[in-house]
Nanobody, 125 residues
Framework: QVLLVESGGGLVQAGGSLRLSCAAS????????LGWFRQAPGKEREFVAA????????YYADSVKGRFTISRDNAKNTVSLQMNSLKPEDTAIYYC??????????????????WGQGTQVTVSS
């Protein structure tokens, strides 16, 4: 079992920055691929970013590429999402996710083993 707890959400003006963090406990964190997803009101959950457990390869949705950066610290069992140049359309609940497979995290979200409870990000115009 892996428990994921997100933090760092809040209200920010357009053009601003936020840093989300996800703390994990339970099984060996370093062997899990990790990702961030978001869900805006009335919309489906969508992939934001992912990072593999071995090489640390990263993957991003086109909508956030160049603005968001995902990173992980295996020693601290955390994964972070640095969000810069935020836009009102980035407003959503952001969820942390973990799965042994980077393919699942990146492309097969319904199969992901573990999810956090989410943190709200609101970007005002």
């Amino acid at each position: 079992q892996v428990l994921l707890v997100e933090s760092g959400g809040g209200l920010v003006q357009a053009g601003g920055s936020l840093r989300l963090s996800c703390a994990a406990s339970g099984r060996t964190f370093s062997s899990y691929a990790l990702g961030w997803f978001r869900q805006a009101p009335g919309k489906e959950r969508e992939f934001v970013a992912a990072i593999s457990w071995g090489s640390g390869n990263t993957y991003y949705a086109d909508s956030v590429k160049g603005r968001f950066t995902i990173s992980r610290d295996n020693a601290k069992n955390t994964v972070s999402l640095q969000m810069n140049s935020l836009k009102p359309e980035d407003t959503a609940i952001y969820y942390c996710a973990a799965d042994p497979s980077i393919l699942v995290v990146h492309t097969k979200a319904p199969l992901i083993d573990y999810w956090g409870q989410g943190t709200q990000v609101t970007v005002s115009s």
